[in-house]
């Protein structure tokens, strides 16, 4: 250890998460592109420095995805969808302060977790990701989708709507197995499919403007002050629950190729609701809804290494361009490099350790900025989102049409609104949607269209009966919410 | 009379990655830009990335819009035909000017150290007697893992649409399909291979080159008796219409490139092979390479019309029932509730305040909806600062800011910020 160039170590460490906040926060702008872009620069670094550099960039966009998310009810990333529902609705209460430090704070906890983890037992661990066969993913995916049954509370059905038509929109795109051209309508532009990322920029940013420019009587109400404020000690002990929530499933899904963040912040979200005291304040400003994903997602910041240097599987795409990195540094990651390149192996656990020290305080320094700028005046505050949305959109799209899906998804997601049906179910759809078909296909193809397959399959039996106990939990609750209600009439 | 010098820098080159950074489109790109830098064979180079359906997004968009371009170049490859072809893309490789195939990666058939499969004659022995039974994993449909598999089975006499392929999104998904056993056999690119091969996980049955690898112990295809040399190519092509000059100079400054230390340097550290083939030779050999695909992926059945929505199986129906039955009880309790009172979900504490639309909650959405058509309007035509400064104005307005001058001039300013970020900070390009 003694060899390690520290102080590049920790100065990259920095550097990484600065620039990963900033790729995270800006929406459309994913984790894996910020690093990407990161990419060139690293080719002249020292290679242990290159790859603390990109791997604390992966740790910074997953913090930096939960501003936007907080603030302005746009998730800068896939994985901060989760954060958005009970991060803005505290925002809204005048508490955007204190939902940031929660996040950032959950975020710590969730990376330290992670990095030990990562240290402690990458080896053991590393055959977890090859117990997965295509059912099991499949029953992973349902385990996700079961999540729609407890977060749509009043209408399950409106709830159950919503995730179909997320799925729908999944299928959009080219096929997983046979890669012919599905509901494409001969517009090229549909062939790679809806990316999430433009639905939930849709049904929840420009939504929001929509019915913010609907609103009457809001340029009455006192301006809003938020001040930065960590967690009170009554509120840690709160948040230990789901933060410890957060890292074990964060810890498991990073390390499973194709999971990733937003899987684990969604489940993490609906499992910290069910352990909770207080689950009649999820969604309405719950600060254990914000711990438990976003120490997730952070987490699998992490512990997406673990596949990834234990055998050379990236689990991600954020994962695969840090593969990208080692290679080009001549570094080959699999079962050779923990013996052959140790000191590179251990020079990244100690930049991942500075890289969530500086996630803090980077993350500190950013807050007041960013409450500056949402305290500005309404008019400019929204125009400038929209501007800085659409912009974000073309930006990573380079086309129009992407602009305009977006658009639409808005218009989509107001009419959602109207109608009171709920749009986490649709957004949870979209993205969970390729995994569960790709998965459940290829698992039917392998088993010749046997569908036993999904119980033979230890991991799969599990995950699906755990899913199955989950719904059937969520509807004896609704049963009796019903009862309690229509007694109380 | 032109500079009779080859070393000519080329001033502000662009280079088109056709997918999103990170790919090995983009990388090659980035190493392109970074080399030809070094070298100083060209300066003020930068890369573009326009990512989608496998390069042919990135391929129209360049004969569209580069015609007659000199100073723009784009990366391409193998991966490229077969895309052309399951997309069935209106543009092909026929439509751009070739300049040079860079560089290959040659794949591999692999199988876990426990399979029955010792060598690739077990291997075909059983493939040959019971098709359906070998399950083939790989990148993606269409891909060139998929390639090979139909390739070799055509070489042993199966018909490839009896070839069983799993497709599997991203290297990482395939890669752990295959080191856990899950499918009979793996193709995959060397690189993500050799790490197993090596460590003793997994056992190469053979590698798809023409002559076996240096320090590399893997017998080719075509020495056991498989008539098949493939190879995973990437390569460089110009706009349509160029002058022969400004050809000249790209094919000038690639060579140029390919002869210096900077890229040989590349190669090593990215285990890239110098697969460099230049002007006609690279054309006749895409010519080649394109029929080779076109009739391998129409034996595979992909891209073809007639296949169906039959082939995806029983999951849209599930989705289809799915959607009839939820949409028809959405609708019953609608009727039973009544919209507004149906019941709050998930929502922020401020859920309810949509309110029902009166003629005051339409005029402002009118007001942005008008700013979003002009901005989409003007974005491609008078330029990003303009389109989004647009969008800002119309956007305060629509929230009922009063001052039209102070605005325009915050829109400008905005606007202008925004485009610095995005173009110049993180170099993402705007119209």
């Not at chain 1, 990095?115 to 385990?143: D, I, K, N, R, W």
């Not at chain 2, 499969?117 to 040959?128: G, I, Q, S, V, Y």
């Not at chain 2, 790989?138 to 199966?158: E, F, H, T, W």
Request: aromatic share 8%; glycine share 12%; proline share 6%.
């Amino acid at each position: 250890m003694a060899d390690l160039p520290l102080a590049s170590i920790v100065a990259a460490a920095f550097g990484g998460v600065a620039w990963g906040i900033f790729g995270g926060a800006l929406p459309g702008i994913s984790p894996s592109i910020t690093m990407a872009l990161l990419l060139p620069l690293t080719f002249g670094l020292e290679a242990t420095t290159a790859i603390v550099m990109l791997a604390s960039t992966y740790v910074g966009a997953e913090y930096g995805g939960s501003i936007p998310g907080i603030l302005i009810r746009t998730p800068g990333t896939n994985a901060a969808a989760a954060t958005v529902v009970d991060g803005y609705a505290l925002k809204e209460q005048g508490k955007a302060g204190e939902a940031l430090g929660i996040s950032l704070y959950s975020g710590f906890v969730g990376g330290l977790f992670g990095l030990t983890v990562l240290y402690l037992l990458t080896e053991p661990l590393s055959t977890v990701a090859l117990a997965f066969t295509p059912a099991a993913y499949f029953a992973l995916g349902m385990l996700g989708l079961s999540v729609i049954a407890s977060l749509s509370r009043e209408s399950l059905v409106r709830g159950l709507l919503a995730g179909v038509i997320g799925l729908m929109i999944s299928t959009i795109g080219t096929d997983p197995v046979t890669g012919l051209n599905r509901f494409t309508f001969d517009s090229p532009e549909l062939l790679s499919g809806i990316p999430p990322i433009l639905v939930m920029v849709g049904v929840y940013a420009i939504a929001e403007l929509m019915a913010q420019a609907g609103e009457t009587g809001w340029q009455h109400a006192p301006r809003e002050r938020a001040r930065i404020r960590f967690p009170r000690p009554a509120v840690w002990k709160r948040i230990a629950r789901p933060q410890a929530i957060g890292s074990v499933i964060g810890t498991f899904e990073g390390m499973m190729p194709g999971g990733g963040g937003a899987i684990s912040s969604f489940i993490a979200y609906d499992q910290a609701r069910r352990f909770s005291r207080h689950k009649e304040e999820f969604g309405k400003g719950s600060v254990e809804g914000i711990a438990a994903p976003e120490a997730a997602n952070n987490t699998v910041a992490c512990t997406a290494l673990v596949p990834l240097l234990s055998l050379g599987i990236p689990s991600s795409n954020s994962a695969a361009v840090l593969l990208g990195g080692f290679l080009m540094h001549g570094l080959v990651p699999g079962p050779m490099l923990l013996v052959e390149n140790g000191e590179v192996v251990n020079g990244l656990y100690l930049g991942l350790l500075a890289a969530n020290i500086a996630m803090v305080v980077v993350g500190y320094l950013v807050m007041t900025p960013c409450l500056w700028l949402v305290g500005q005046p309404r008019p400019y505050l929204t125009a400038f989102i929209f501007a800085l949305v659409v912009s974000g959109v073309y930006a990573v799209e380079t086309s129009l049409f992407h602009v305009g899906v977006a658009l639409v998804f808005g218009a989509v997601g107001y009419a959602m609104r109207y109608f009171k049906v709920p749009v986490l179910p649709m957004v949870l759809g979209v993205v969970l949607g390729f995994m569960v078909e790709s998965n459940y296909r290829r698992a039917l193809v392998l088993s010749d269209g046997d569908h036993m397959t999904f119980i033979q399959d230890r991991v799969s039996a599990g995950l699906l009966l755990v899913a199955v106990l989950f719904v059937i939990g969520s509807l004896l609750r609704h049963v009796r919410d019903r009862r309690t209600r229509h007694a109380g009439r | 009379m032109p500079p009779a010098s080859a070393q000519e820098r080329l001033e502000g080159l662009r280079i088109i990655a056709p997918a999103a950074p990170g790919g090995g489109w983009d990388q090659t790109a980035r190493v392109m830009q970074q080399v030809l830098q070094e070298a100083g064979l060209a300066s003020g180079v930068s890369v573009e990335n326009i990512p989608g359906a496998a390069g042919t997004i990135g391929l129209a968009r360049f004969i569209g819009a580069e015609r007659g371009n000199g100073d723009a170049v784009m990366v391409s490859g193998l991966i490229m035909l077969g895309a052309i072809v399951t997309n069935r893309s209106p543009v092909t490789l026929d439509d751009v000017v070739p300049i040079a195939r860079l560089t290959g990666e040659y794949e591999v058939l692999a199988v876990p150290a426990g399979s029955p499969f010792r060598t690739l004659a077990d291997f075909l022995e059983a493939f040959k007697a019971r098709p359906e039974s070998i399950s083939w994993g790989g990148g993606s449909a269409g891909g060139s893992d998929q390639i090979l598999a139909g390739l070799i089975a055509q070489a042993v006499r199966v018909a490839p649409s009896r070839v069983n392929y799993i497709a599997f999104s991203g290297g990482g998904e395939s890669l752990s399909a295959i080191l856990g056993g899950q499918v009979s056999v793996g193709v995959n690119g060397l690189a993500e291979l050799a790490p197993h091969i090596s460590g003793g996980t997994l056992r190469a049955l053979a590698i798809s080159s023409g002559g076996r690898l240096a320090g590399l112990d893997i017998p080719t295809l075509r020495e056991q008796g498989v008539d098949v040399e493939f190879e995973n190519w990437r390569s460089v092509v110009a706009p349509p219409g160029i002058s022969d000059e400004d050809r000249r100079r790209l094919a000038e400054t690639i060579d140029a490139m390919v002869h210096s230390e900077p890229w040989r340097r590349a190669l090593e550290q990215y285990r890239w092979i110098d697969r460099y083939l230049a002007g006609d030779d690279y054309a006749r050999f895409a010519d080649a390479e394109e029929a080779r695909v076109q009739a391998i992926l129409r034996e595979l059945g992909t891209g073809r019309g007639e296949r169906s929505f039959a082939d995806a199986g029983p999951y849209p129906l599930f989705v289809l029932a799915g959607l009839v039955v939820f949409g028809i009880a959405s609708v019953l309790s609608f009727r039973r509730h009544g919209g507004p009172d149906g019941g709050v979900l998930i929502a922020p504490a401020r859920w309810g305040a949509v309110a029902r639309p009166t003629g005051r909650v339409w005029q402002p959405i009118a007001v942005l909806a008008v700013g979003i058509l002009i901005h989409l309007t003007l974005a491609e035509r008078a330029g990003f600062i303009v389109a989004a400064a647009a969008l800002f104005w119309f956007t305060a307005r629509a929230f009922d800011a009063r001052h039209p001058l102070r605005d325009a001039v915050f829109a400008v300013a905005v606007s202008a910020g925004a485009w610095l970020l995005f173009a110049r900070v993180l170099q993402l390009p705007l119209p």
